[in-house]
């Protein structure tokens, strides 16, 4: 994995862990026990746990310390094994989130106050965080999280213990009342210029009084700094229902808050107290939802250097040059229109025929057919692009996004497509759904267009997603999409180095001196090296020059 600093630099969401301690009490430790000692004394439960909030979507999971402090410890008679602890949950979380995940050395408040509050000066408070930050840091974390802080004084002292040992990412996370203020009555604006100030690299909220209220503070929180924002609310307030104690947000709920989280610039997203795995699993699919991310079930370029090494060796793979019409053209370097038509809204698809047959008659390659462009409910486009190519005879692009269908749903389209006898596909992420006027739909995101790139690669070699033979491979020619406005260029980088990909696209705006027009341009890198053009513009047949 990239070093979590280089992830700050990205508009990527991330998704934090839930509580450990619900977990913990929900699987029968008592709350008497020093939750931070079962590292020495259960570290399978624990690590347990990390699993569980991986296995909902987590990218981020913290160390079971968030007491693990001199004075919280002492309680315990525990005081003289902090290091031991600290080191240990490092340790545990580090084997369960392997390479798939980040870990956070949490740090909680110290349990006393400092001065001017109370006895405890702020060098004192420094050098115990300082201990606690050391032995996490031996322990192999990847950032901290000073967490359900109500003092900003006290998150000082632990931002410069940590400072003082390392130069890993801070995230300083602040607890808030029903007014919105701390304990002390520091306003989220207050606290958020000071967090900026003293060098924390993500300002955030957690713990507290449930969502809603977060929410509130995060938008103040905006307008006061550029840093990364994190919200970790907890499932509301516990309430008493006959001598027990539950926290009320159901999933569903935190999972709705999400999405408000990221309107309002969370870029770090989580939950504390009260919350599961199964809440971190909807906020998971919230977060992909508004923002498509690269998930852990991401077939990555490294497993395409084996795909032909496990293909059978009684197969013939089909030529590029031989797959369709337009893989043809491409693949010689020729210069090529498509015309982009949407599917019909209804179940008449007469119309958009008709028009796409004076499109054959006037020499155009191929029809793009766009995939729930805009999260717009239409007519499949693969039903769309067989009628196309059965009734017109002209070649369909068929793009094709990941939103709609889990890995199993796309195998079965896919395969369907090529026994249909479609070749050409554009593989997109797709629009998530709350840009659409359906914006309560849900979206799946399995994988992204790269994911996606791979396992048609693999159906191309002969091969499913497992690496089974599927029979006669399937001869796709493979369109991805591009952004080449976009502020890192890693992803692009990431498919130019796939062998598999025979085009890429991008949107492009052309102005001209009286009005302008939006047309979609797509940039070809055969694998022949030879550079051609599509020019496309919906129900325009559009051809110029090369250019850039």
């Known amino acids: 994995m990239e070093p979590f600093r280089d992830i700050l630099e990205t508009d990527r969401i991330h998704v934090f862990d839930g509580a450990m301690g619900t977990m913990l009490y929900a699987k029968g430790v008592y709350i008497n026990r020093c939750y931070d000692e079962l590292n020495l004394t259960n570290p399978d439960l624990v690590e347990e746990i990390h699993s569980e909030y991986l296995r909902a979507g987590a990218d981020i999971i913290e160390t079971n310390t968030f007491g693990a402090t001199a004075h919280n410890l002492n309680q315990y008679g525990l005081a003289d094994n902090l290091h031991e602890i600290n080191v240990s949950a490092a340790r545990i979380a580090r084997a369960a989130a392997g390479d798939r995940a980040y870990v956070a050395g949490a740090i909680g408040p110290l349990g006393l106050r400092i001065e001017p509050y109370g006895p405890t000066s702020f060098d004192e408070a420094k050098d115990m965080f300082k201990v606690q930050a050391e032995a996490l840091l031996e322990g192999g974390v990847d950032l901290f999280v000073l967490e359900t802080f109500s003092d900003v004084s006290a998150m000082r002292q632990a931002i410069r213990a940590v400072r003082e040992v390392s130069d890993l990412p801070i995230i300083a996370q602040m607890t808030i009342l029903t007014d919105g203020n701390t304990s002390y009555g520091t306003t989220p604006e207050l606290f958020t210029a000071r967090l900026d100030e003293w060098g924390a690299d993500v300002i955030g909220l957690n713990c507290g009084v449930g969502p809603a209220i977060i929410l509130s503070a995060l938008e103040k929180m905006r307008a006061v700094t550029k840093k990364k924002l994190a919200a970790q609310p907890n499932a509301g307030l516990p309430r008493d229902v006959q001598g027990r104690q539950f926290y009320m947000c159901s999933p569903e709920y935190m999972s709705k808050f999400a999405k408000r989280f990221i309107q309002a610039g969370a870029k770090f997203i989580g939950g504390c107290c009260g919350t599961t795995p199964a809440h971190i699993k909807l906020i998971s699919d919230a977060v992909r939802a508004a923002s498509p991310r690269a998930q852990n079930v991401v077939l990555t370029s490294g497993a395409l250097a084996h795909v032909t090494d496990v293909a059978p060796a009684d197969l013939k793979l089909v030529p590029p040059a031989e797959r369709s019409h337009w893989s043809r053209k491409i693949v010689n370097g020729e210069f090529v229109t498509s015309v982009e038509v949407l599917p019909p809204k209804g179940v008449d698809a007469q119309k958009t ?47 094709y996004c990941c939103r709609d269908r889990n890995l199993l749903g796309m195998m079965s389209d896919l395969l369907g497509a090529a026994a249909l006898g479609l070749r050409n596909l554009l593989l997109i992420t797709g629009d998530p759904p709350k840009m659409g006027p359906y914006p309560d739909a849900t979206a799946v995101f399995d994988i992204d267009a790269i994911g996606l790139t791979n396992m048609v690669n693999k159906l191309n070699h002969g091969l499913d997603i497992g690496n089974n033979p599927i029979g006669q491979p399937t001869a796709f020619c493979i369109g991805v999409g591009v952004n080449p406005g976009a502020a890192s260029n890693t992803r692009l980088k990431q498919a130019r180095s796939m062998p598999s990909r025979s085009l890429f696209s991008t949107l492009i705006n052309y102005a001209t001196s009286s009005k302008r027009s939006s047309m979609c341009a797509f940039p070809l890198w055969p694998a022949s090296g030879r550079s051609s053009r599509i020019a496309t513009r919906s129900f325009c047949i559009t051809k110029f020059p090369a250019f850039g």
């Open 353 to 399: 025929l008709d028009s796409i047959r004076l499109l054959k008659e006037a020499g155009v390659d191929g029809v793009n057919i766009p995939d729930g462009a805009r999260a717009q409910s239409r007519m499949s486009a693969l039903a769309t692009a067989v009628l196309v190519e059965q009734q017109i005879g002209i070649e369909s692009v068929l793009h």
